[in-house]
C-alpha cells in the first residue's frame, strides 16, 4: 500500500483533510472517522491518522474529489466548535503508529465448523505501516519521459511501478525512453517466440478454423452500410450502432474535456487506436463476444501501445508489432487471427465514430472490472472515448489503412523472421 501525499488545515469548525491520490481507484473508497482515528482507503492507497483533538459524524460532514487533480477534500465536524487543534503540520506523528500483533490470537475459538470459518469475510488490515510521503530529492534533473494519450502524461508510475508491473512489461517507464522501450520490446518478442506452438496451432486449427467463422455485431452492421451505400441512400453511421442503457450511462460520466494535440501528437494517437482496437478485435473473435479473465490480459498483452506505451509511427509499424505479439503470447498462435483482426479493424473504422466509441467504451469496462488494470482507462482509454467523440467524422487517414491490406500478407515474415514459413493455397483465410 502506498501512503499518499495529505495535509491538513482547520476553521473554527471543521477539521479539512486534503489527500492527493493520482489514479486511485476511486469506485472503491472506504473512510471512516471517529473521535480521534481517521481511515482512509482508495486502492493503491492507504491514510491512518491518529488526530490532535476529536471530530464528529453529525451530517455535516462533507467530501468531494476532484477527478482532474486527483485530490479528495474532506471536511470533517469538529466535537467541540472552536477548538484549537494542534500539531496539524507534524505529519509524521499524525500517521497511526502499527500495534503489536502475534502471529496467532491470544484467545481462539475451538470447534468452529470448518465451513463457518470459510464464510467469515477477511477485514481489510487497517493497522498496515505507513511511511510519510517524500518528494525526490533534489538533484541533476531526471530522465523525463512521456506516454499515455498523446503522450501527456509523465512521472505516474514513479510512484505505483510495484502495484502496476502486472500491468505493463516495460520496466520503470518514467525513465525509459520511446526507443529503448521499443528495443526491449523486440527482445523480449524475440525471446518468447515458440516456433513449435506456431506449428502446432497452423496444422491443428480446428478450434481456430471455428473462431474464424464467428460473426462480431460489427459485420452485419458493415454489410448493411454497404447495402446502404449501393442504394445510393444517405444513412448516418448512427443508425447502424446502437449503444445499450449502460453505454450511455458511462458516457454521462465522462468529463468533457479538450485536446490541444499537435499534428505529431495526433499521428501518435491515430495508430495508438488502431493498435488496441486491433488487439480487442482478437480478443473479442477468440471468446466469440464473452468476456472472461483473460479479457483484459488480451486487450492489453497484444498493444504493445498498452502494454510497453509504444509510440508508432507508422500503420506498417502498428501491423508488424501486433502480429508479432499474436504468434508470440496468447493461447491461439496463427496468423489467420491476425489478417482477421485487421479486416474487423477496417470494417469497425469505416462504421465511423460511433462504432469505434462503442468499442472504446467496451475496452473502458473491461479495464474497468480488472484490478488492476483499470489505470489504463486513466492513461488511454478514457481520453480516447472523450477524444473520439470530438474529431472529424470522417478520418482521412482511413485511405492509408486501406491501403495496407493490400500489403497484409507480406508483414507474416516480418512479424517473425524465425517463424517457419507456412504459407501455402490452403493456409490463405477466407
Wanted: glycine share 4%.
Amino acid at each position: 500500500m502506498i501512503t499518499p501525499d495529505f495535509e491538513l488545515s482547520q476553521d473554527p469548525d471543521f477539521l479539512t483533510v486534503i489527500i492527493r491520490v493520482p489514479y486511485a481507484r476511486v469506485s472503491e473508497l472506504d473512510l471512516f472517522f471517529e473521535g480521534e482515528d481517521f481511515k482512509f482507503y482508495a486502492k493503491p492507497y492507504f491514510l491512518r491518522l491518529t488526530l490532535p483533538g476529536r471530530v464528529v459524524e453529525d451530517g455535516r460532514e462533507k467530501a468531494s474529489y476532484d477527478t482532474d487533480k486527483g485530490v479528495f477534500t474532506i471536511q470533517l465536524p469538529k466535537e467541540s466548535p472552536g477548538q484549537y487543534f494542534e500539531g496539524l503540520d507534524m505529519l509524521t506523528s499524525l500517521l497511526a503508529p502499527k500495534k503489536s500483533r502475534t502471529a496467532k490470537p491470544l484467545v481462539e475459538e475451538i470447534g468452529v465448523p470448518a465451513e463457518e470459518e470459510e464464510e467469515e469475510e477477511e477485514e481489510f488490515d487497517w493497522e498496515i505501516e505507513q511511511t510519510l510521503y517524500k518528494e525526490a530529492a533534489e538533484g541533476p534533473v531526471p530522465l523525463q519521459c512521456y506516454y499515455g494519450f498523446g503522450n501527456l502524461r509523465s512521472g505516474v508510475f514513479q510512484r505505483l511501478q510495484d502495484e502496476l508491473s502486472d500491468v505493463i512489461d516495460v520496466k520503470d517507464p518514467d525513465q525509459t525512453p520511446t526507443d529503448e522501450r521499443k528495443m526491449k520490446r523486440l527482445e523480449a518478442e524475440a525471446a518468447k517466440f515458440d516456433p513449435d506452438h506456431y506449428l502446432a496451432d497452423f496444422f491443428e486449427d480446428e478450434a481456430i478454423q471455428h473462431i474464424l467463422k464467428y460473426k462480431p455485431w460489427w459485420v452485419d452492421a458493415h454489410k448493411k452500410m454497404m447495402a446502404l451505400q449501393g442504394e445510393s441512400q444517405n444513412h448516418g453511421s448512427h443508425t447502424l450502432v446502437i449503444f445499450s442503457d449502460e453505454e450511455r450511462e458511462q458516457l454521462r460520466k465522462f468529463t468533457n474535456k479538450s485536446y490541444l494535440l499537435d499534428k505529431t501528437s495526433r499521428h501518435l494517437v491515430y495508430l495508438g487506436l488502431i493498435d488496441i482496437l486491433l488487439a480487442y478485435c482478437y480478443e473479442i473473435r477468440v471468446n466469440e463476444g464473452d468476456k472472461n479473465v483473460e479479457s483484459s490480459w488480451n486487450v492489453r498483452k497484444l498493444s504493445a501501445t498498452l502494454c510497453w506505451l509504444e509510440c508508432f509511427t507508422s500503420i506498417h509499424d502498428v501491423l508488424v508489432s501486433f502480429g508479432r505479439r499474436v504468434v508470440c503470447y496468447p493461447l491461439y498462435r496463427h496468423f489467420g487471427l491476425v489478417t482477421r483482426a485487421f479486416n474487423d479493424t477496417v470494417m469497425i473504422l469505416q462504421l465511423g465514430r460511433a462504432a469505434v466509441l462503442k468499442c472504446l467504451l467496451d475496452i473502458h469496462r473491461i479495464f474497468r472490472e480488472s484490478d488492476p488494470a483499470y489505470i489504463l482507462n486513466d492513461l488511454f482509454i478514457t481520453d480516447y472515448c472523450i477524444w473520439i467523440q470530438k474529431i472529424n467524422p470522417v478520418w482521412s487517414g482511413l485511405s492509408s489503412v486501406d491501403g495496407a491490406l493490400s500489403s497484409l500478407e507480406c508483414l507474416k515474415v516480418e512479424s517473425h523472421p524465425e517463424a517457419p514459413d507456412t504459407r501455402s493455397p490452403t493456409s490463405t483465410v477466407g
